[in-house]
């Protein structure tokens, strides 16, 4: 009963999500399609791309997408789409909730809490390590092409991913600015040498 | 001052929501600007509160503000109304674009813009692990964990909801180390 498992999906990914909106994007990533194959590896980075680049949180519009996206691959209609759209969001946001009912007071006298403290000194470290398996699962032969097989998608996309992150972190571009760029260029360089 | 209602708190965090492209951090400004300066329903003092806690609570950071803010207010309506009010404008992007794309699958120009479009997303998920190392307490003794838990992850396809489990459970058994002798 796919409605029943994004609704525990998204609870667990709304429970254990430390470390803002990239790091829940790992979180999204790894149930979504490595564990429960709702979604190819391209259809969830383009779902990134679309969250970075429209108004909200990030991790909010990835929910909202990916619960669309998941009832409607899994052989159902579109209201039934916005139906998991709306019941993955709001999974998200119950763990908050009731967090915040439960411990909001408490949290506020105990924030500098050694115990708290030495917490997060292994959290904060850790969901680098979150995000950068995240990169590193997104890089792959969907996304960039293969190296033999399709030798000139890959050389492009190699090229389009070290110029997106020199652009992104060197030069201080604006990610959306970056990622509309980046779709530009692959609109045009792909409609001259079809692949 | 101008008094708190939920009615209020939804129209306000609606508009926070709308205005942000690019997430949580972006939000901070934002929402000071008319929780605090504007509408004085917190002082200073309690909107930094209130976002530490968001921030050591796990969740969508902009969401858990918007829940702790709405709560101080006016409790669970309060923070339904400012939570309803922050997913609201996202909720209705997505879905017109989920809607219109669908139509689009297949449509050779669309895929083509998303070849070029998925590497630089690839980028922009790394661009966090270095500009943020150093604010993440990451230093030669330190760098294991990110190390390890990227490949626990990416190669062993262990979940990271575990991967977060065991960083709580070390991070108590650190403190109980050293408070314990």
């Not at chain 1, 115990?115 to 979150?130: D, E, M, N, Q, W």
Request: charged share 10%; glycine share 10%.
């Amino acid at each position: 009963m796919i409605f029943l498992e994004l609704f525990i999906t998204f609870f667990k990914i709304g429970l254990f999500g430390f470390g803002g909106g990239l790091a829940i994007i790992s979180l999204i990533q790894n149930e979504v399609v490595s564990k429960h194959a709702w979604m190819t590896f391209s259809e969830f980075t383009d779902i990134v791309a679309v969250s970075q680049m429209t108004p909200g949180p990030i991790g909010i519009n990835a929910a909202t997408y990916v619960g669309y996206t998941a009832v409607v691959n899994s052989g159902l209609g579109a209201s039934w789409g916005i139906a998991g759209s709306l019941l993955a969001t709001f999974s998200t946001l119950l763990p908050s909730f009731i967090l915040m009912l439960l411990v909001s007071r408490f949290l506020i006298k105990y924030t500098d809490h050694p115990a708290v403290r030495a917490v997060f000194s292994i959290l904060r470290p850790l969901v680098i390590g979150l995000i950068a398996s995240a990169a590193l699962m997104l890089m792959n032969e969907e996304n960039f092409g293969n190296p033999t097989k399709s030798t000139t998608q890959f050389v492009v996309s190699v090229i389009l991913c070290a110029a997106s992150f020199l652009a992104i972190n060197k030069w201080k571009v604006n990610p959306i600015f970056v990622i509309l760029v980046a779709g530009v260029i692959g609109g045009v360089f792909y409609g001259f040498f079809p692949i | 001052m101008s008094p708190f209602s939920p009615l209020k708190a939804f129209g306000t965090f609606f508009k926070i929501g709308l205005f942000t492209i690019g997430g949580g951090p972006v939000m901070i400004p934002f929402i000071e600007r008319e929780v605090v300066a504007k509408n004085e329903w917190l002082t200073k003092e309690e909107f930094m509160d209130l976002m530490v806690v968001s921030q050591s609570l796990p969740g969508v950071f902009a969401a858990n503000f918007a829940i702790a803010i709405g709560y101080r207010l006016g409790g669970r309506r309060g923070s339904a109304a400012c939570a309803i009010g922050t997913v609201m404008p996202s909720i209705i992007c997505i879905l017109t674009i989920a809607l219109f794309f669908q139509q689009m699958r297949g449509n050779t120009v669309v895929e083509n813009v998303f070849r070029g479009i998925r590497p630089a997303v690839t980028a922009l998920i790394l661009g966090p692990i270095f500009h943020l190392s150093k604010a993440a307490g990451i230093t030669w003794r330190t760098v294991w964990i990110p190390i390890v838990s990227a490949l626990l992850i990416w190669q062993l396809g262990v979940s990271p909801i575990w991967v977060i489990v065991a960083g709580i459970l070390g991070g108590v058994a650190k403190y109980l180390v050293k408070n314990g002798s």
